[in-house]
């Protein structure tokens, strides 16, 4: 039997364990390990590649990683690791973010948000164009137009110019060119157009009968055929270099401006003519890449109607293309002075239109019932 007796604690278990803590927390807090360069080179690695970020060049990441998985580390520490992670990214990223060859990748259509406005205005307008349904026009039918326009006039004596009332006008154009067409305008004396064609006489074949004809000039730019517009390419870079290739040393647009011929001609198509959707959409395409188009935000055409406009000036005047600015089509023309001059202030307009109907006509000047 022991007789030696127990210690008896001077203050309980719980006290011993209560003065332990004490004393703790008054020591510093143990260092936090330190991270290996090959540890910190795949924690900086691996953050990039979540972010989308290209790994540095040189990198070590496969070799870190066979290192670490042959020593088999596990961080004892994870939050503090975690936060240098972190750090380390974020510094790389923005340092990589400024570094020239080293941009954030740009969202798809940035192009075209950085397009001129013109641009991005005449693409959605060829789109709308693209989408239009029209019937064919037959090779014996009329493409037949009507419009109101009013063009300035100078008086006898000279002055400034004075833009007359607007009126109808009415035009029938052979789709083949085989046949006179007309021209109606409200006031006028009705005007056979292409009936000055020469008489000759042709062979079918060898020893046909000659039978009589008529000599006609081909069908161009700036003497189109329904036939003929239909036939223009649809790609807007041949479109546009045939439209120059027509348009060289002509044209209703003085000076040597070959942009502003290839304007206007396009122009003309587009309030004369009745294009296939397709021709359309690569006219208006065409015309955007002619240098110096712009915008007009507000525009009025010959009926008082409000749009968008695409202009271009030349020569001290503005030539103005008004679109519906919901539907995107076409309204008309109009011309304004940019400068002041003998023919009047700047902002005086010297012309406009409305395009009212498009259809197609058996005959000229029949107005067909179901016009557009």
Same mark, same amino acid.
């Given at each position: 039997?022991?007789?030696?007796?127990?210690?008896?604690?001077?203050?309980?278990?719980?006290?011993?364990?209560?003065?332990?803590?004490?004393?703790?927390?008054?020591?510093?807090?143990?260092?936090?390990?330190?991270?290996?360069?090959?540890?910190?080179?795949?924690?900086?690695?691996?953050?990039?590649?979540?972010?989308?970020?290209?790994?540095?060049?040189?990198?070590?990441?496969?070799?870190?990683?066979?290192?670490?998985?042959?020593?088999?580390?596990?961080?004892?520490?994870? @939050?503090?690791?975690?936060?240098?992670?972190?750090?380390?990214?974020?510094?790389?990223?923005?340092?990589?973010?400024?570094t020239p060859g080293h941009q954030t990748p740009e969202a798809p259509g940035d192009d075209a948000a950085r397009a001129p406005e013109a641009v991005r205005l005449l693409g959605r307008i060829a789109l709308a164009a693209a989408a239009q349904k029209q019937p064919a026009v037959r090779a014996d039918q009329f493409v037949y137009v009507e419009s109101k326009v009013a063009y300035a006039v100078q008086s006898a004596a000279g002055g400034s110019l004075t833009l007359a009332a607007v009126h109808t006008r009415q035009?029938?154009?052979?789709?083949?060119?085989?046949?006179?067409?007309?021209?109606?305008?409200?006031?006028?004396?009705? @005007?056979?157009?292409?009936?000055?064609?020469?008489?000759?006489?042709?062979?079918?074949?060898?020893?046909?009968?000659?039978?009589?004809?008529?000599?006609?000039?081909?069908?161009?730019?700036?003497?189109?055929?329904?036939?003929?517009?239909?036939?223009?390419?649809?790609?807007?870079?041949?479109?546009?270099?045939?439209?120059?290739?027509?348009?060289?040393?002509?044209?209703?647009?003085?000076?040597?401006?070959?942009?502003?011929?290839?304007?206007?001609?396009?122009?003309?198509?587009?309030?004369?003519?009745?294009?296939?959707?397709?021709?359309?959409?690569?006219?208006?395409?065409?015309?955007?890449?002619?240098?110096?188009?712009?915008?007009?935000?507000?525009?009025?055409?010959?009926?008082?109607?409000?749009?968008?406009?695409?202009?271009? @000036?030349?020569?001290?005047?503005?030539?103005?293309?008004?679109?519906?600015?919901?539907?995107?089509?076409?309204?008309?023309?109009? @011309?304004?002075?940019?400068?002041?001059?003998?023919?009047?202030?700047?902002?005086?307009?010297?012309?406009?239109?409305?395009?009212?109907?498009?259809?197609?006509?058996?005959?000229?000047?029949?107005?067909?019932?179901?016009?557009?």
């Amino acid at each position: 039997m022991n007789t030696t007796p127990r210690r008896r604690p001077l203050h309980g278990a719980g006290s011993e364990e209560a003065e332990r803590l004490g004393l703790a927390a008054l020591l510093p807090p143990p260092p936090v390990p330190g991270l290996g360069p090959d540890r910190e080179l795949l924690l900086r690695e691996a953050l990039l590649h979540k972010a989308g970020l290209p790994a540095p060049r040189g990198s070590l990441a496969p070799r870190a990683a066979r290192l670490l998985a042959r020593r088999r580390l596990v961080l004892r520490v994870v @939050t503090p690791a975690v936060a240098c992670a972190l750090a380390v990214g974020g510094i790389v990223a923005v340092n990589l973010a400024d570094t020239p060859g080293h941009q954030t990748p740009e969202a798809p259509g940035d192009d075209a948000a950085r397009a001129p406005e013109a641009v991005r205005l005449l693409g959605r307008i060829a789109l709308a164009a693209a989408a239009q349904k029209q019937p064919a026009v037959r090779a014996d039918q009329f493409v037949y137009v009507e419009s109101k326009v009013a063009y300035a006039v100078q008086s006898a004596a000279g002055g400034s110019l004075t833009l007359a009332a607007v009126h109808t006008r009415q035009v029938w154009l052979s789709a083949d060119g085989s046949r006179p067409g007309l021209l109606r305008e409200e006031g006028r004396q009705d @005007t056979p157009l292409g009936a000055d064609d020469t008489p000759v006489y042709a062979l079918d074949g060898p020893g046909a009968t000659p039978r009589p004809t008529t000599l006609r000039k081909s069908p161009s730019i700036s003497d189109p055929t329904h036939q003929y517009v239909a036939s223009l390419p649809t790609d807007p870079v041949a479109l546009l270099k045939l439209i120059r290739g027509e348009t060289r040393g002509q044209g209703r647009s003085p000076g040597p401006d070959p942009d502003q011929r290839a304007f206007a001609a396009i122009g003309d198509l587009l309030a004369e003519t009745w294009a296939p959707p397709q021709v359309s959409a690569a006219l208006y395409k065409a015309a955007a890449k002619i240098p110096g188009v712009t915008v007009v935000p507000s525009a009025v055409d010959a009926t008082g109607r409000e749009g968008v406009a695409v202009a271009r @000036t030349a020569h001290g005047r503005q030539t103005q293309w008004v679109f519906d600015r919901n539907t995107y089509a076409f309204l008309g023309e109009r @011309t304004v002075l940019t400068e002041a001059g003998e023919a009047g202030p700047a902002g005086t307009v010297v012309g406009t239109s409305a395009v009212l109907a498009r259809a197609a006509a058996d005959r000229a000047g029949e107005v067909p019932a179901g016009r557009r």
